[in-house]
């Protein structure tokens, strides 16, 4: 399974643990400045956007993308999911996905 296809969701504190990975993560947008996007997912995490983003702030947005060293996210892709969503239950299938690293998550 490459690593494109194998993008798990994390919060924002499994970042450290994912350095140079491709990630998905959820949260709220709190901040949206240029090309940056400030958004919560259990504390703060920097996304780097991409042309084609389209985000709004008090939304939830979903980004798929690459963490980098300083655990900001490049953004390969982003979805703005709407106000509805509920971040405990985001958190939860999150934190599931490393209790079941197995059926999850690739080590490629």
């Not at 400030?38 to 780097?48: K, R, S, Y």
């Not at 655990?71 to 079941?100: F, N, P, Q, W, Y």
Request: proline share 2%; charged share 20%; net charge negative.
């Amino acid at each position: 399974m490459s690593e494109q296809m194998s993008a798990p969701r994390i919060t924002a504190s499994y970042l450290d643990s994912f350095v140079g990975r491709v990630v998905t993560i959820v949260g709220k947008v709190t901040q949206l400045r240029g090309d940056q996007a400030t958004i919560d997912a259990d504390g703060v995490v920097t996304i780097l956007l991409n042309r084609d983003a389209h985000l709004a702030n008090g939304n939830a947005a979903q980004v798929i993308g690459k963490v980098n060293p300083d655990l900001s996210i490049k953004a390969l892709s982003t979805r703005d999911v709407g106000a509805g969503v509920d971040m405990t239950l985001c958190a939860a299938v999150a934190e599931l996905t490393h209790r079941h690293k197995e059926i999850f998550i690739s080590e490629n």
